[in-house]
């Protein structure tokens, strides 16, 4: 077939979709452009979407799924969305971990139905692996059945950034459909030997540089331990090893949180954003855009688009053959 045509739901700020088109670098290492092409995106967060605009020529349509009719999406060869995973993380307990009774826990209904309708060749959806013990461990065959039921074989993995050469402990689950008729079994990439291991040092900045605003005050610690004397410190960072997982609450990291966090000669301080994205992965090409905090929670919110890159060899191989 020609180029692969792809429709992104909650698209944030592309992550998925770079490392689908793939053709950029990272650490040194080439990742070669994909025969795909992003011919629809879509999500509600104008921030992460203003950062996507500035970097895919196709620009997000900024509305809310629910109410987006499927016949207003493009058809397209492949169906992707990370779709919002807070209900389903095992940190998300204010409110309980409501899993698919949350209204956005049920947004992977707003997949199933686009899928039904549109009939793609694949889809591919990701979340945190705490979806598999939600609610009881009900939630995640119920999602796995309600894509089987529209037309799809259906398979999942457990993927960690770390194992694809990203200096970040992430684990995710990701889940493949292909169209039935296709007679295709997903299939997903194994870890790559050359890449196992990358410490956190590598996509650092040089600290020298790194403005002071990103350190906390000495009164912001002592105040800290006035309060609570077994303060947790944060999760204080060993540059020599992998980083703990960057997520979307980075904006609100605080010393006496389990947010990852630096110390630098006895100073503690949050990390840029522009090491978070380097951090999932993201090339020093990438561009970024509005305040930090609405970076931080894009970034955090994102698949490292080098996974993703290695999640689409398979797809892309697959679908070549249709």
């Not at 194992?163 to 079994?185: A, C, N, S, W, Y």
């Not at 904006?251 to 000669?265: M, Q, Y």
């Not at 006895?266 to 090409?285: D, L």
Request: proline share 6%.
């Amino acid at each position: 077939m020609g180029q692969i045509k792809i429709a992104s739901l909650f698209c944030g700020c592309g992550g998925t979709d770079l490392g689908l088109l793939g053709g950029f670098k990272y650490l040194g290492k080439t990742f070669r452009k994909n025969a795909t092409k992003i011919i629809f995106a879509n999500d509600i967060d104008n921030a992460a979407c203003d950062i996507y605009d500035l970097n895919f020529p196709t620009k997000s349509f900024r509305e809310d799924i629910k109410n987006v009719p499927a016949e207003n999406i493009p058809d397209h060869d492949i169906l992707t969305g990370g779709f919002p995973c807070q209900s389903f993380s095992v940190i998300a307990q204010n409110p309980q971990r409501l899993g698919y009774k949350s209204d956005g826990g049920r947004l992977f209904f707003e997949m199933v139905r686009i899928l039904r309708e549109k009939q793609p060749k694949c889809f591919v959806a990701e979340n945190v692996k705490g979806i598999l013990s939600a609610n009881d461990k009900k939630a995640f065959p119920l999602i796995l059945n309600e894509f089987k039921k529209v037309g799809y074989d259906v398979d999942y993995a457990v993927l960690n950034s770390a194992q694809f050469g990203i200096p970040q402990k992430r684990e995710r689950v990701f889940i493949i459909g292909f169209r039935k008729d296709l007679r295709i079994k997903p299939t997903f990439p194994k870890p790559v030997n050359s890449y196992a291991f990358v410490p956190l040092k590598k996509v650092l900045s040089n600290h020298e540089e790194v403005d002071q605003k990103y350190y906390f005050s000495k009164r912001a610690v002592l105040g800290l331990l006035k309060s609570n004397p077994r303060m947790n410190k944060g999760r204080v960072q060993d540059e020599n090893q992998l980083c703990s997982t960057v997520g979307a609450h980075l904006a609100k990291i605080s010393l006496n949180s389990t947010d990852p966090v630096l110390k630098i000669r006895g100073k503690y301080r949050r990390f840029t954003p522009r090491e978070v994205a380097k951090i999932q992965s993201f090339p020093n090409s990438f561009k970024l855009t509005g305040s930090d905090s609405k970076q931080y929670r894009a970034l955090g919110n994102a698949i490292p688009p080098v996974l993703m890159w290695f999640v689409a060899q398979g797809l892309v191989q697959k679908l070549a053959k249709t």
